[in-house]
């Protein structure tokens, strides 16, 4: 019986829901097994260590802990962009008519997108070293409004 419930359950469940249990999974796996997720969130200049795999990747690198590391930083950015969009959302029904800081649906667009944007990130964090001590959020929210700004 029990086999059947969990079976009639997983089929209520959408793909993007399941894509998204996945990809939080293996953030908690790899957070939770390593300093590597710790070190994510510290710096702009951690972000641009841990994340630069996203260069060994794309040239061809299959190491598991590559692709691990890769998936890390797309979900940390689609993350970020998810809760400043949900809290955006929040705060204009509350009254706030302040503009979002930048505009992208990661959810709706291919991974090579986030792909691209991690990449952009990279470059921001390159040219401005300055802006690479604060935590990687502020690095990753500025250059998401460089790039992405809403009109």
């Known amino acids: 019986m029990r086999r059947k419930t969990l079976l009639i359950y997983s089929k209520t469940i959408s793909a993007r829901a399941c894509r998204f249990l996945l990809q939080f999974c ?58 400043v969009g949900i809290q955006h959302l929040w705060s204009s029904s509350h009254g706030d008519k302040t503009k979002a800081g930048f505009c992208v649906d990661f959810q709706h667009r291919p991974a090579s997108d986030v792909d691209e944007a991690i990449h952009m990130i990279l470059q921001y964090i390159r040219e401005n070293p300055d802006r690479a001590r604060y935590s990687t959020g502020i690095s990753v929210e500025e250059a998401l409004h460089k790039e992405f700004p809403c009109k």
């Open 26 to 83: 293996i953030c908690i796996f790899l957070f939770s097994s390593s300093s590597f997720g710790q070190s994510l969130y510290d710096s702009g200049t951690e972000f641009l260590h841990v994340c630069s795999v996203v260069e060994r990747v794309q040239s061809g690198s299959k190491s598991p802990t590559d692709k691990a590391s890769l998936k890390a930083c797309e979900s940390y950015v689609v993350g970020l962009a998810d809760g």
